[in-house]
């Protein structure tokens, strides 16, 4: 593995060149803003009126329906969410692509699941930031960046790695450094990480631990911290210097414990739901099943989010927060 850094581009291609960047949520507005500091020409397409549209014009932009943002555009950056992306493209962008316009993805999603059909003889581009778009934004500012995976999967120019690489400079990640992958490997990665761990392994873990401590009588609130609060803490730690640091830096009790139970958590069982997890990402099925409740309205995500803001663990949380909120305000 290579990190590709500022020495490995020599000269910006996207030098007195336009961008334009459809969508202004998560991604769109620090990729905008950070393209508009490094110097380059900005256009912002935008739902005229939407949040979107309304929050490009309060930073200084004049947000254009993305038709016309594309139309103007030597580089198109599709950041609007995945679910939206192939019928923005087939109804708004597709046509008004000029000929030889590069196109930025954030997210190998909707190419590599084949949500998107894209005309020849466009450069397509991923320049993924592994980080949400604020934390691009606050890394930008302070004069660091955010590391990203980056990728090319057509080179209609002959110049797609150039423009890859002065598009992540732009936005700052290569001041941190980028990792050369490919969209189908970032895509299927990325969706795994995300519902094996970061966001529905970990926290079905959490309430699972809090239900089995308040089932036992244990005190909610108590049940909060030992199996959520805390969690930032082993987190950050091993962020610093992985597993091995964590372990060094936490009480030996706890060292041996989490030796004695972890694998009776992951379990050959659960080993084998991960392999099923991945088997359903690889083979497309997770990604249609997504489009397909995205096309109906999300009435089935909307429920299950409805639902778990009733889980007793949200109520302690909320009492935990405020306990300790106020006694911070508290000290001198």
Request: negative net charge; charged residues 20%.
């Amino acid at each position: 593995m290579k990190v590709l850094t500022g020495s490995d581009l020599p000269r910006n291609t996207l030098a007195g060149r336009t961008v334009a960047v459809l969508g202004f949520g998560n991604q769109g507005h620090a990729h905008a803003l950070n393209l508009r500091d490094s110097g380059a020409t900005v256009v912002v397409g935008a739902r005229p009126g939407g949040r979107g549209w309304n929050a490009a014009a309060a930073e200084g932009f004049t947000p254009m329906a993305p038709a016309a943002a594309v139309s103007q555009a030597d580089v198109v950056a599709v950041l609007v969410p995945d679910e939206a992306q192939g019928a923005l493209f087939e109804s708004l962008v597709a046509q008004s692509l000029r000929p030889g316009a590069a196109l930025v993805f954030a997210h190998g999603f909707s190419v590599a699941f084949g949500a998107i059909r894209i005309p020849a003889g466009h450069d397509v581009i991923l320049v993924a930031p592994k980080g949400q778009g604020h934390f691009l934004r606050k890394m930008f500012v302070a004069g660091r960046g955010l590391p990203a995976l980056v990728a090319v999967e057509t080179d209609a120019s002959g110049n797609a790695r150039d423009t890859m690489l002065s598009y992540a400079a732009l936005i700052g990640c290569l001041r941190a450094g980028v990792i050369e992958t490919s969209f189908r490997e970032e895509a299927v990665t990325d969706l795994f990480g995300e519902q094996a761990v970061l966001c529905g392994g970990v926290p079905e873990l959490v309430k699972a631990a809090f239900d089995t401590l308040v089932a036992r009588g244990y005190a909610p609130e108590v049940a909060y911290i030992e199996c959520l609060h805390e969690l930032k803490i082993i987190v950050d730690l091993m962020f610093e210097g992985g597993m091995q640091h964590m372990r060094e830096r936490i009480s030996r009790t706890a060292a041996w414990g989490s030796y004695q139970s972890g694998p009776r958590v992951v379990s050959p069982e659960t080993r084998a739901a991960l392999a099923g997890i991945l088997d359903d990402i690889e083979s497309g099925r997770f990604a249609h099943g997504w489009m397909e409740e995205a096309r109906t309205g999300q009435a089935q995500l909307n429920e299950r989010m409805r639902e778990e803001s009733f889980h007793e663990i949200e109520r302690a949380g909320q009492a935990v927060r405020a306990l300790l909120d106020s006694t911070r305000k508290e000290k001198p």
